[in-house]
């Protein structure tokens, strides 16, 4: 491949660096290379310039520092990970830590006899999450429980032996063989506001989702709802401690009480699974909540995500079971040819010890006391930013209708959605992308989900229409007040840049394959812009060829949009594409050869393009502009 860059012609193809010496950059075979070519940096090196083949394992390597820094500016090109307040995951480590994590990569804790040590550690801290928890204490001393990859397998696993529990209930009760009580289909009984790791359970696991549409108004689903679905084949009830919309918490302690009532009247075992991925490293430190762990007589397991507000290292999870007995014995396995013998009680086998290390880190690190500072400065922040959405007004009315829980007995979650009274010209996925131009990632979404057994869309709330978008800000441990405030700031600046520049946009999909309406003399006249005010063309009407090029507004002046987004300015207004250009038209457009059909746009600044409010004359221009 050649580039004509100016007078002189330089080839992105290399001949391959011979493997001998990685750790100095090489000469490749066969080309003579300037002085530039041999220094150290890798950015003047010949491994800069050539066009990586995303296809196939390149056939020799580079040196360590080279592939360091390709991977850095993969890296560099990602949304900046501790102003995501989308996701729950912690993202900051101490050098000890890390230090630590990286000791974990090398071993694999399935290999107990190995590493005893290593699987000792683990022990200790599902003891620790016990005695966190309030599970009964165990005849041996060891409590029930298992490091996870992340709580969905923490999820399938509570599921899982749940599920066999229930079986060998249900096969006594109804004097079946085995091969008939495999033939039954059993349910769980859960608010539809579930974490993604349930639907793989209903679909992995052969479980019928029995869900309850709690109000948008609290989030939270009651015990009598949820009692009045359950049934002989109900295998359990899941509570969640803190749901990832809102972070509300279902009242485990009233469902308690409700099941234990079934299961007296009907003669019924079901039990309770916790679901704390998020609630359960907040939930102990908040001293005004009722009892909703082991201390509820029918809670037979709990998992969590350690990576996330237990402050370990992603991919960490956990899992208690109340007793070995009827539960974690069910998915037990033994393994001995290792070379000595011990139970797995993981769906997967070989895992690196990397999160048990960071979590036992974590745990004599902080201690409760830092747990609690930790717990008590995340909930003082979301307050801060959800006090300064309550002030914000338009005409006089609140911009904003709040949907977390406030203050307390909740994740340190903000939720919220445009106050539809005010019948603005945008919507909170659009506030979104705006956002977005400050750096900071919050979440949009509409308020539905797809139904795990029908596959089909549906309202996620019982009292709001599927189409209705709303928020959410997750307030991590590293979101300090100062961060806090500078977001509200954001989050004022984006409203008043849509409320004055909403009306101007004109979306239009413009279709992968363009065809040449009669009369025009190219796809690019099909494909210029639309009336304002109007979306698209009336049928059979010709397009107007484009106006000077292309423009991309200002970081401070300009939405981004979901795909590809190219705006055409023409003599009848803006022209928004966004499903990407026909090869060949990037030339007639004035646009770099980088957004072309099926590619995703990307600035001069390497953010991707934005659309241009109105024709804003501060806009830095594409080539043709």
Same mark, same amino acid.
Request: aromatic share 8%; proline share 6%.
């Given at each position: 491949?050649?580039?004509?860059?100016?007078?002189?012609?330089?080839?992105?193809?290399?001949?391959?660096?011979?493997?001998?010496?990685?750790?100095?950059?090489?000469?490749?075979?066969?080309?003579?290379?300037?002085?530039?070519?041999?220094?150290?940096?890798?950015?003047?090196?010949?491994?800069?310039?050539?066009?990586?083949?995303?296809?196939?394992?390149?056939?020799?390597?580079?040196?360590?520092?080279?592939?360091?820094?390709?991977?850095?500016?993969?890296?560099?090109?990602?949304?900046?990970?501790?102003?995501?307040?989308?996701?729950?995951?912690?993202?900051?480590?101490?050098?000890?830590?890390?230090?630590?994590?990286?000791?974990?990569?090398?071993?694999?804790?399935?290999?107990?006899?190995?590493?005893?040590?290593?699987?000792?550690?683990?022990?200790?801290?599902?003891?620790?999450?016990?005695?966190?928890?309030?599970?009964?204490?165990?005849?041996?001393?060891?409590?029930?429980?298992?490091?996870?990859?992340?709580?969905?397998?923490?999820?399938?696993?509570?599921?899982?032996?749940?599920?066999?529990?229930?079986?060998?209930?249900?096969?006594?009760?109804?004097?079946?063989?085995?091969?008939?009580?495999?033939?039954?289909?059993?349910?769980?009984?859960?608010?539809?506001?579930?974490?993604?790791?349930?639907?793989?359970?209903?679909?992995?696991?052969?479980?019928?989702?029995?869900?309850?549409?709690?109000?948008?108004?609290?989030?939270?689903?009651? *015990?009598?709802?949820?009692?009045?679905?359950? %049934?002989?084949? $109900?295998? @359990?009830? =899941?509570?969640?401690? !803190?749901?990832?919309?809102?972070?509300?918490?279902?009242?485990?302690?009233?469902?308690?009480?409700?099941?234990?009532?079934?299961?007296?009247?009907?003669?019924?075992?079901?039990?309770?699974?916790?679901?704390?991925?998020?609630?359960?490293?907040?939930?102990?430190?908040?001293?005004?909540?009722?009892?909703?762990?082991?201390?509820?007589?029918?809670?037979?397991?709990?998992?969590?995500?350690?990576?996330?507000?237990?402050?370990?290292?992603?991919?960490?999870?956990?899992?208690?079971?109340?007793?070995?007995?009827?539960?974690?014995?069910?998915?037990?396995?033994?393994?001995?040819?290792?070379?000595?013998?011990?139970?797995?009680?993981?769906?997967?086998?070989?895992?690196?010890?990397?999160?048990?290390?960071?979590?036992?880190?974590?745990?004599?690190?902080?201690?409760? *006391?830092?747990?609690?500072?930790?717990?008590? %400065?995340?909930? $003082?922040? @979301?307050? =801060?930013?959800?006090? !300064?959405?309550?002030?914000?007004?338009?005409?006089?009315?609140?911009?904003?209708?709040?949907?977390?829980?406030?203050?307390?007995?909740?994740?340190?979650?903000?939720?919220?959605?445009?106050?539809?009274?005010?019948?603005?010209?945008?919507?909170?996925?659009?506030?979104?992308?705006?956002?977005?131009?400050?750096?900071?990632?919050?979440?949009?979404?509409?308020?539905?989900?797809?139904?795990?057994?029908?596959?089909?869309?549906?309202?996620?709330?019982?009292?709001?229409?599927?189409?209705?978008?709303?928020?959410?800000?997750?307030?991590?441990?590293?979101?300090?007040?100062?961060?806090?405030?500078?977001?509200?700031?954001?989050?004022?600046?984006?409203?008043?840049?849509?409320?004055?520049?909403?009306?101007?946009?004109?979306?239009?999909?413009?279709?992968?394959?363009?065809?040449?309406?009669?009369?025009?003399?190219?796809?690019?006249?099909?494909? @210029?812009?639309?009336?304002?005010?109007?979306?698209?063309?009336?049928?059979?009407?010709?397009?107007?060829?484009?106006?000077?090029?292309?423009?991309?507004?200002?970081?401070?002046?300009?939405?981004?949009?979901?795909?590809?987004?190219?705006?055409?300015?023409?003599?009848?207004?803006?022209?928004?594409?966004?499903?990407?250009?026909?090869?060949?038209?990037?030339?007639?457009?004035?646009?770099?050869?980088?957004?072309?059909?099926?590619?995703?746009?990307?600035?001069?600044?390497?953010?991707?393009?934005?659309?241009?409010?109105?024709?804003?004359?501060?806009?830095?221009?594409?080539?043709?502009?």
């Amino acid at each position: 491949m050649m580039f004509d860059l100016g007078c002189k012609r330089v080839s992105t193809e290399i001949t391959p660096a011979t493997p001998t010496d990685l750790t100095e950059p090489d000469t490749p075979v066969g080309q003579q290379l300037s002085p530039m070519d041999h220094a150290p940096s890798f950015y003047g090196s010949a491994f800069c310039r050539q066009v990586p083949d995303r296809d196939t394992i390149p056939e020799h390597g580079m040196p360590a520092r080279y592939c360091e820094r390709a991977i850095q500016d993969y890296h560099l090109l990602d949304s900046n990970e501790r102003l995501n307040t989308s996701s729950y995951v912690n993202v900051i480590f101490e050098p000890e830590e890390e230090r630590v994590a990286v000791m974990g990569m090398k071993i694999n804790l399935a290999d107990q006899t190995v590493y005893p040590s290593s699987f000792q550690m683990h022990d200790e801290v599902v003891n620790m999450l016990g005695h966190l928890w309030h599970v009964p204490e165990s005849p041996d001393g060891q409590t029930a429980g298992a490091g996870t990859v992340g709580s969905t397998e923490a999820c399938l696993l509570s599921g899982l032996a749940l599920k066999f529990r229930w079986r060998h209930w249900y096969r006594k009760r109804h004097n079946m063989t085995e091969a008939e009580v495999r033939g039954v289909y059993p349910n769980v009984v859960m608010s539809s506001a579930y974490q993604a790791c349930w639907e793989k359970f209903f679909k992995y696991m052969d479980v019928e989702p029995i869900l309850v549409k709690p109000s948008y108004k609290t989030m939270s689903v009651t *015990a009598a709802d949820l009692a009045k679905h359950c %049934n002989e084949k $109900t295998i @359990a009830v =899941v509570g969640i401690m !803190g749901n990832h919309y809102g972070g509300q918490y279902d009242p485990i302690w009233d469902i308690n009480d409700a099941v234990e009532k079934l299961n007296a009247e009907n003669g019924w075992q079901i039990g309770i699974h916790v679901d704390a991925a998020s609630g359960g490293f907040i939930a102990p430190f908040q001293d005004n909540l009722p009892a909703w762990d082991f201390r509820c007589k029918n809670v037979l397991s709990i998992s969590a995500s350690g990576h996330k507000f237990g402050q370990s290292v992603c991919g960490t999870g956990w899992v208690v079971w109340r007793q070995r007995e009827e539960l974690s014995e069910h998915v037990a396995v033994s393994v001995s040819y290792l070379g000595g013998k011990g139970d797995s009680y993981t769906l997967n086998f070989s895992r690196p010890a990397s999160g048990v290390y960071v979590q036992f880190y974590k745990f004599n690190r902080l201690g409760l *006391a830092g747990y609690r500072d930790l717990e008590q %400065n995340m909930m $003082t922040n @979301a307050k =801060v930013i959800r006090d !300064g959405m309550k002030r914000m007004t338009k005409d006089g009315k609140p911009r904003f209708v709040m949907l977390d829980n406030g203050d307390d007995r909740c994740l340190p979650v903000v939720t919220a959605m445009l106050n539809p009274d005010l019948n603005l010209g945008y919507d909170d996925i659009r506030l979104q992308y705006v956002i977005a131009e400050s750096h900071w990632y919050v979440s949009a979404y509409k308020m539905s989900f797809t139904h795990p057994a029908t596959e089909e869309t549906e309202a996620l709330f019982c009292d709001m229409q599927p189409d209705q978008t709303m928020f959410r800000i997750v307030v991590k441990s590293n979101l300090t007040a100062k961060l806090a405030l500078h977001l509200l700031k954001t989050l004022q600046t984006a409203c008043e840049f849509l409320d004055e520049h909403s009306a101007n946009f004109i979306t239009h999909k413009m279709k992968k394959r363009m065809s040449v309406a009669p009369g025009a003399t190219s796809t690019a006249e099909a494909a @210029a812009g639309a009336a304002p005010g109007r979306r698209g063309r009336r049928r059979g009407e010709v397009a107007r060829a484009p106006g000077p090029g292309v423009r991309v507004s200002s970081m401070a002046h300009c939405e981004a949009l979901p795909l590809l987004q190219v705006v055409l300015r023409s003599e009848r207004g803006w022209l928004i594409a966004e499903e990407g250009i026909e090869p060949g038209l990037e030339s007639i457009f004035g646009l770099p050869r980088a957004v072309g059909h099926g590619t995703r746009g990307i600035s001069h600044h390497g953010s991707p393009l934005r659309a241009c409010a109105g024709g804003s004359t501060e806009a830095p221009s594409f080539p043709g502009s």
